[in-house]
């Protein structure tokens, strides 16, 4: 679940729901505190584009020929940067 500011989550509110259609749970805080959770609707069927997700690995691929290997410890650490 990822947790983004209440003033991000107005600014970015279409991102948002991108994020919950495709299955992700939002937490929006407010100074620091929990205020509310964005969570996909349990019956809505998540489409996965085909050509989307090829692209998307075409990218990582891409990328991490440009940047050589990269230690689970720098992923977590970039996924979790500016989450507190």
């Known amino acids: 679940m990822r947790t ?4 991000k989550a107005r600014t970015h509110f279409y991102s948002i ?8 749970t939002i937490s929006v805080t407010r100074n ?10 349990p019956n809505i069927e998540v489409k996965i584009d085909p ?3 090829k692209q ?3 990218s990582i691929r891409a990328l991490r020929e440009r940047t ?7 992923i977590l650490s970039a996924r979790d940067q500016g989450r507190h």
């Open 4 to 7: 983004i500011q209440a003033s």
């Open 17 to 24: 729901l991108d994020e919950v259609e495709r299955g992700e």
């Open 32 to 41: 620091g505190k929990p205020i509310a959770r964005i969570i996909p609707e």
């Open 51 to 53: 050509e989307r997700v």
């Open 56 to 58: 998307a690995i075409e």
């Open 68 to 74: 050589g290997k990269v230690s689970l410890e720098e």
